[in-house]
């Protein structure tokens, strides 16, 4: 009986953490480039919160977690050295999202998926 109390806290603990949203993120397009993509939301006038943070080197893809409590956010897409920074958002968080790179290391852009 024990270990059964033991498996259904285990299991509301992981279930709770994982309650939200995922924004997928397809790294396939651009050979061997480092891509990184930040969830945040603006707190204030020149102060953002950031929801969660992830890279990858290609083909390598990933994923963001934003959780129930974000009604929005904005996601900031990076890849390479000097490849720029490309904003998205506000994204309305009530499903899940896809995101995919496209290019060049010089010459990137993103889609939806």
Known sequence: MKSFISFAIIFCLLVSLTQGY???IINNKIDDIVTT???FKP???GIIRIIDKKSA???KNY????TESIDSYLLE???GALGGINIQGPIS????ECW???GTAYDWFVNEC
């Open 100 to 102: 995919e790179f496209y």
């Open 22 to 24: 995922i924004v997928s």
């Open 57 to 59: 080197t290609s083909p």
């Open 77 to 79: 897409f990076e890849a």
């Open 93 to 96: 968080n009530d499903k899940d």
């Open 37 to 39: 993509v930040t969830a």
């Open 63 to 66: 994923s963001l977690n934003i």
């Open 43 to 45: 707190v204030q006038e």
